[in-house]
């Protein structure tokens, strides 16, 4: 993105395979940066957290989405 030194990415769901994104993304993307997590499993989502930057952990995944300091989302939830 011209002009962008980071793209904030929010997370929905934190279990094996949300929690390795995040953490990918602290450690290996430049330009990006966790920005927000959410998972049904609060404590879950704060693990995940903790171990790429602690970004904020959100109890609502319409929050965010829709949170303005969000620029993309990647949803890393089951099938069903």
């Known amino acids: 993105m011209p002009g962008c030194s980071s793209i904030a990415v929010g997370i929905i ?4 395979m949300g929690a390795r994104h995040a953490v990918n993304l602290h450690q290996y993307v430049a330009g990006a940066h966790v920005a927000a997590i959410y998972d049904l499993d609060a404590g879950r989502a704060q693990q995940a957290a903790a171990r790429c930057g602690s970004p904020e952990v959100l109890s609502d995944p319409r929050a965010l989405i ?15």
């Open 13 to 16: 769901g934190a279990g094996g």
């Open 66 to 80: 829709h949170d303005e300091r969000v620029d993309a989302v990647i949803i890393a939830s089951p099938d069903a």
